[in-house]
């Protein structure tokens, strides 16, 4: 879909499911658009964000298209998916096939994949990862904030 990313023609807790592809890479505000994302959402709703990886080669060419906009580390996109109320529960990364459009590199596409998760994982062209909405979930800011219950009214001794 193509819109307003900070406000979706939706009503709430429609989706159980949201791929988000390259999108946050592009967006101005990823806090928003992930908001916006969890509204949608129903209770327990999964969303998969696949986003460029900040570490592989592709990211670091201009001559790619994920050499422009905003990538990300596996650290970097779990924790801004934390923050919006997401629990990251997997994560993977695929396209590990140097960017060239050189044939014999083209043709080995599938070898490259297959070694590429072995040799250097870390490289991988994108980072795919998939998080469950929960609707009490910890965040960086509620980190350290200890719920106080009230304690129990104690009996005054004759």
Same mark, same amino acid.
């Given at each position: 879909m193509l819109g307003?990313?900070?406000?979706?023609?939706?009503?709430? !807790? @429609?989706?159980?499911r949201v791929l988000l592809v390259h999108a946050?890479?592009?967006?101005? !505000? !990823?806090a928003a658009l992930l908001r916006e @994302?969890?509204? =949608?959402? !129903?209770?327990?709703?999964?969303? =998969?964000a696949i986003v460029a990886n900040r570490w592989s080669f592709w990211a670091q060419s201009d001559a790619t298209p994920f050499g422009h906009g905003r990538p990300y580390s596996r650290t970097q996109l779990s924790g801004l998916l934390t923050d919006a109320m997401f629990e990251p529960v997997a994560s993977a990364r695929a396209l590990y096939a140097p960017p060239s459009a050189w044939s014999p590199f083209v043709g080995a596409a599938d070898a490259f994949e297959r070694v590429g998760e072995l040799l250097w994982p870390a490289q991988?062209?994108?980072?795919?990862?998939?998080? =469950?909405?929960r609707l009490y979930a910890s965040t960086a800011r509620s980190e350290g904030r200890v719920l106080l219950a009230k304690a129990p009214a104690r009996a005054r001794e004759p």
């Amino acid at each position: 879909m193509l819109g307003d990313e900070g406000r979706l023609p939706f009503v709430d !807790a @429609i989706f159980d499911r949201v791929l988000l592809v390259h999108a946050l890479e592009e967006t101005h !505000a !990823a806090a928003a658009l992930l908001r916006e @994302i969890w509204r =949608v959402m !129903a209770p327990e709703g999964r969303l =998969v964000a696949i986003v460029a990886n900040r570490w592989s080669f592709w990211a670091q060419s201009d001559a790619t298209p994920f050499g422009h906009g905003r990538p990300y580390s596996r650290t970097q996109l779990s924790g801004l998916l934390t923050d919006a109320m997401f629990e990251p529960v997997a994560s993977a990364r695929a396209l590990y096939a140097p960017p060239s459009a050189w044939s014999p590199f083209v043709g080995a596409a599938d070898a490259f994949e297959r070694v590429g998760e072995l040799l250097w994982p870390a490289q991988g062209g994108v980072l795919l990862m998939e998080a =469950v909405k929960r609707l009490y979930a910890s965040t960086a800011r509620s980190e350290g904030r200890v719920l106080l219950a009230k304690a129990p009214a104690r009996a005054r001794e004759p």
